[in-house]
């Protein structure tokens, strides 16, 4: 069985469970709302804000916002959607079938991973047709937006492979999404904490994930920031693996 193969069990799987359609539908929901409610107050204060020379516009506070507002939703998501996705299998003895049938640790993982990303780049595809939807009658900035969706898809492979990595080790999806989440949480306001403790530019700054997904939502596409990304879903993806394959030695 190949990567391919399982991706393709593994979305199957996702897309008939009631978790994922009921997270979708939810969140879909309640950020269609805010996208009305910001939209409401940008027309509101449009006139006002036409008056200034350099005053943000319409990707400034409807679109860059919407996608924030989903970074805050995909810290619970995520870990929800991919809690069961090892140690699920793990409980229900599929794990252990699937290396009897002698598929590779990292076809397992990657194709596993490979399904969540599908599922969370469609989630982020339906969330971008809300403010584009608009573009016939306002003025986009498609380098700030462009910017942003790629942000926002690194965050979310990112936080897919973390989510692996912690169900790779937990022994119950419960524990595997409460540790992601806590991760997650910890990434994130690792460098407001830095801050608070006087420190602005050390080493525990350019651990937190905020300090490298704000300057994608505001437009700065810069390598590190890229990079910082691509390094914490290859380390957590390379540890899931290795967690499956110690497994499989273990009989």
Same mark, same amino acid.
């Given at each position: 069985?190949?990567?391919l ?6 979305l199957?799987r996702?897309f008939?469970r009631?978790l +994922?359609?009921?997270? !979708?539908a939810s969140?879909?929901?309640w950020?269609a709302?805010n996208?009305?409610?910001m939209l409401?107050?940008?027309l #509101? ?5 036409a008056?200034?020379p *350099?005053?943000p $516009?319409y990707?400034d ?5 919407l ?11 995520v870990?929800?959607?991919? /809690?069961?996705?090892?140690a $699920?299998e ?5 794990l252990?079938l699937?290396l009897g049938m !002698?598929l590779k ?9 490979a #399904? ?5 780049? #469609?989630?982020?595809?339906l969330v ?9 009658a306002?003025a986009? *900035?498609w380098?700030?937006l +462009?910017a942003a ?5 690194l965050l979310?492979?990112s936080?897919a492979?973390?989510g692996l ?7 119950h ?8 989440l806590?991760l ?8 407001? $904490?830095?801050? /608070?403790?006087?420190?602005d *530019?050390? +080493?525990?700054?350019?651990?937190a994930?905020s300090?490298?997904l704000q300057?994608?939502?505001r $437009? ?5 920031d890229?990079?910082w990304?691509?390094?914490l #879903?290859?380390?957590?993806?390379a540890?899931?693996i290795?967690?499956v ?6 009989g």
């Open positions: 069985m190949s990567v193969a399982v991706t393709r069990l593994e199957r996702l008939v009631p +994922a359609w009921v997270l !979708g969140t879909l929901a950020l709302w996208f009305t409610l409401g107050s940008f #509101a204060a449009q006139i006002r804000l008056a200034l *350099d005053g $516009g990707t506070l409807v679109a860059v916002p996608l924030a507002k989903l970074a805050e939703l995909a810290f619970l998501v870990p929800l959607l991919s /809690m069961s996705a090892l $699920g793990r409980r229900e003895g599929r252990a699937l !002698g640790p990292s076809h397992i993982v990657l194709g596993k991973y #399904a969540l990303l599908v599922w969370l780049l #469609a989630w982020l595809a971008l047709a809300m403010p584009l939807a608009l573009a016939h306002t986009i *900035d380098g700030k +462009a969706a790629l942000g926002m898809a979310l492979a936080l492979a973390l990595a912690c169900s790779a080790v937990a022994s999806p419960a524990i595997a999404a409460a540790v992601a806590v997650t949480l910890a990434l994130m306001w690792l460098n407001l $904490g830095a801050q /608070m403790a006087g420190v *530019d050390g +080493a525990i700054n350019w651990l994930m300090s490298h300057p994608l939502l $437009g700065l596409v810069a390598s590190p890229v990079v990304f691509v390094l #879903a290859t380390v957590c993806l540890l899931a290795r967690r394959a110690a497994e499989r030695e273990r």
